[in-house]
């Protein structure tokens, strides 16, 4: 577990992947100042290198889209709000070191030394007397710098049943998530969607379920393969200005807009494409979770000409759930599920494509073709009507 905070903090140290970057400072508004004259060190898309420092009420929207929700802001806060306050800052502090994407954050100016590796398969086979999260997020938790609601932790890893391609790392860097109490099988409900989204040629990170379904595994999207350095990462809150509890609160034309906006132009169209298939996906899985936090943009620095739409990381089939679920967002000024005819238009008008319908029908048809590759369990049960009848909504009629 990390040191704690200092009570009084007022600066913090930011690096990227490429060095130091500048200090984030606690003033009457929150001030970072670049240090370096080395641009390749900026640590945003939003945000070039300048003499002048930028200040804001709010931390950096690359900064904040990392800080922790949910299940992990409520562990922080059992640990540590007695002895410090909890505020965007202090958290910043506690688990900004590793965070998703290729900025990191500490309180003096070097950055932490990575934590001992563990065994994926132990972890995959885990059968220890206490639960197989609950004994990661004791020695993680403190040090995870990610957000969403749902029980995650940052975790390193070796070994693992598949085989690592030649200049792939020795060790794996996942996020393991947790099925939460709410939430009875999530950890297989996301397998099974995450494994649609593979067969519909998506690009996915590897992922693995847990022998007693207690945990889903997924490979960070964050990392180059082949030389191990942190990939930049900015999610569509950072993106649009959006705090993280305004998650919601936009449209999927906004995130259409923003991949034209910021992706490089050699990946402009494949990035809109994409795009459009992770949102066809979502809408025939019945996923009303595809928010601003679960779109992103990758590259290596913020010069480089390969700014694009990263793999797909999350996706579930939220109605097996809650049976009255909407889209997470607005499109066409509703949240309501789209039909074949408005998925197409706003494929034609959004998304830059000729024959989006020819994407649609493509993802349908793995979506009604899917079978499980493993034993499904009770949450199968509840997904595969919801699933049928979202692939239907959006299939040609007749």
Known sequence: MKAEVPKRLKHLHVHTSQGAAGQLSRESQFVFGYRTEDSACEISLTMPLRAQTYSSSLLPGVLRQNLPEGYLLDWLHAHFGKAMKMDDFNLLALVGADTIGRVSVNIDDNPSVPIKAEDLSALLAWKGSESLFDHLA?????????????????????????????????????????????????????????????????????????????????????????????????????????QNREK??????????????????????????????????????????AHLKNFGLLYCTPQTHDVRLS????????????????????????????????????????????????IIDRVIDVVRSYSPDIEPGPIWKLMHPEIVKGASSIGVPG
């Open 138 to 242: 004791q020695k993680y938790a403190a040090t995870s710098g990610i957000s969403g609601v749902q029980p995650k932790v940052l975790v390193s890893a070796y070994g693992g049943k598949e085989t690592v391609e030649k200049g792939h790392m020795k060790d794996r860097n996942l996020i393991i998530k947790a099925s939460g109490a709410d939430y009875d099988g999530l950890a297989e409900n996301e397998y099974h969607c995450m494994s649609m989204a593979r067969l519909a040629g998506i690009e996915v990170p590897l992922f693995w379920l847990s022998d007693n379904r207690e945990v889903f595994v997924i490979e960070r999207f964050d990392i180059d393969a082949t030389s191990g350095r942190y990939l930049g990462f900015e999610d569509m809150t950072a993106l649009t200005g959006k």
């Open 248 to 289: 919601y609160d936009s449209s999927y034309e906004n995130i259409a807009k923003a991949i034209d906006i910021f992706a490089s132009a050699i990946h402009k169209t494949p990035s809109l494409a994409t795009f459009f298939q992770a949102l066809t996906l979502s809408v025939a899985v019945r996923n009303g979770d």
């Open 311 to 358: 793999p797909l990381y999350d996706v579930v089939c939220t109605t097996a759930y809650l049976p009255r679920d909407t889209l997470a967002l607005k499109m066409n000024k509703a949240k309501s599920w789209p039909t074949r005819a408005e998925l197409i238009e706003f494929g034609k008008a959004h998304c830059q494509l000729d024959r989006p319908q020819e």
